[in-house]
């Protein structure tokens, strides 16, 4: 079964740390995301490209998160300083534009800054 | 604002039982509504959709209504088993808009 592969999978950093997240998306896939989970907030969508150009990141936090994606098979995430409240699990998900199918999400990288 | 709530953060049922789990939406007009499936520590799990136009959908022992009228979606479990327990996640979606907006998660646990 093709998959999603983040790394790492468990990261933990002191504050103030960069931290620099990574996604493998579906070869094909031409539609990725980043979603981050917390308990008190569920899932919550941080950004996403298509064919590689970023299409919304309204959901970063702009001064300290960046998402890029340098070529078709990598999708990063940084957090640059990381503070606590970074502290959750995040995800990469990838998916078909126009495909009423669900994406398929990676296992996650669970960070927590110290 | 547009806004996704599923029934009670948890819900115990027994194992053999029909599992209920129902996901309201408000300020929506949803063509489709997807259903994920989520493991602890895992990724959230694609399971079935539903468009507006149909008002049930069955895939083995599960069955979701979709009621564009209620703006209601219930995903059924037969025949729960130990296994099925897992976080469900509805997601009301558009054509067009490739974004998911996940709903609470209903948290499900089959008891043996």
């Known amino acids: 079964d093709a998959r999603v592969t983040q790394t790492p999978r468990h990261k933990v950093t002191e504050m103030g740390q960069e931290v620099t997240m990574r996604c493998q998306p579906i070869?094909?896939?031409?539609?990725v995301f980043w979603y981050r989970q917390t308990m008190m907030q569920g899932l919550e969508l941080l950004a996403y490209f298509r064919n590689r150009a970023p299409l919304d990141d309204s959901g970063m936090p702009k001064d300290r998160f960046s998402a890029e994606m340098p070529d078709a098979t990598l999708a990063t995430l940084k957090i640059q300083p990381s503070e606590p409240r970074d502290s959750a699990v995040y995800f990469c998900?990838?998916?078909?534009?126009?495909?009423?199918?669900?994406?398929?999400f990676g296992s996650g990288t669970r960070l927590t800054v110290v | 604002s547009q806004k996704i709530e599923q029934n009670s953060e948890a819900l115990n049922i027994q194992e053999g039982k029909t599992a209920t789990l129902t996901c309201n939406y408000t300020?929506?007009?949803?063509?489709?509504l997807q259903w994920y499936r989520q493991d602890p520590g895992r990724g959230p799990v694609f399971l079935l959709l539903i468009r507006e136009n149909e008002k049930e959908k069955r895939k083995e022992r599960l069955k979701v209504t979709f009621d564009t009228t209620l703006k209601q979606s219930l995903f059924h479990i037969t025949a729960s088993q130990p296994a099925d327990s897992a976080t469900y996640l509805c997601?009301?979606?558009?054509?067009?808009?490739?974004?998911?907006?996940f709903g609470t998660g209903t948290r499900l646990t089959i008891i043996p």
């Open positions: 070869l094909g896939h031409n539609t």
């Open positions: 300020n929506y007009s949803p063509a489709y």
């Open positions: 998900a990838s998916g078909l534009t126009g495909s009423l199918n669900g994406y398929t």
């Open positions: 997601v009301p979606r558009n054509f067009g808009n490739e974004k998911l907006t």
